[in-house]
């Protein structure tokens, strides 16, 4: 099972650009699924987006389609999501999470991080 280890979460302004990434380890990121979803306080949980494992094909939700772009390094076992144009609806817990399957619900990834804060100011 792999470890995850997000970071870069803070507090920005609307229109801002911020980035988070997370960090893997225990394991070859290559052989993973990897995705971000979010929590927002008193919403359950979203899916934000996943990326395969080499070829690095990318899917997004609706609500971040063309502000949000998903990559991934698996020479050095990291995983991003580059968040543009936020938005004060993009407050939220973020979580990246890993799986072996290419699926847009939490119920299909086994590893989870603990999460980074983003919270974005109106």
């Known amino acids: 099972q792999v470890n995850l280890v997000e970071s870069g979460g803070g507090t920005v302004q609307a229109g801002d650009s911020l980035r988070l990434s997370c960090a893997a380890s225990?394991?070859?990121?290559?052989?993973?699924?990897m995705a971000w979803f979010r929590e927002a306080p008193g919403k359950e949980q979203e899916f934000v987006g996943r990326?395969?494992?080499?070829?690095?094909?990318?899917y997004y939700s609706d609500s971040v389609k063309g502000r949000f772009i998903i990559s991934r390094e698996n020479a050095k076992n990291m995983l991003y999501l580059q968040m543009d144009s936020l938005k004060p609806d993009d407050t939220a817990v973020y979580y990246c999470?890993?799986?072996?399957?290419?699926?847009?619900?939490?119920?299909?990834?086994?590893?989870w991080g603990q999460g980074t804060r983003v919270t974005v100011s109106s």
């Open positions: 990326i395969s494992q080499t070829v690095g094909t990318t």
């Open positions: 225990g394991d070859m990121l290559s052989r993973y699924v």
């Open positions: 999470a890993a799986g072996r399957r290419l699926s847009t619900r939490s119920e299909g990834y086994d590893s």
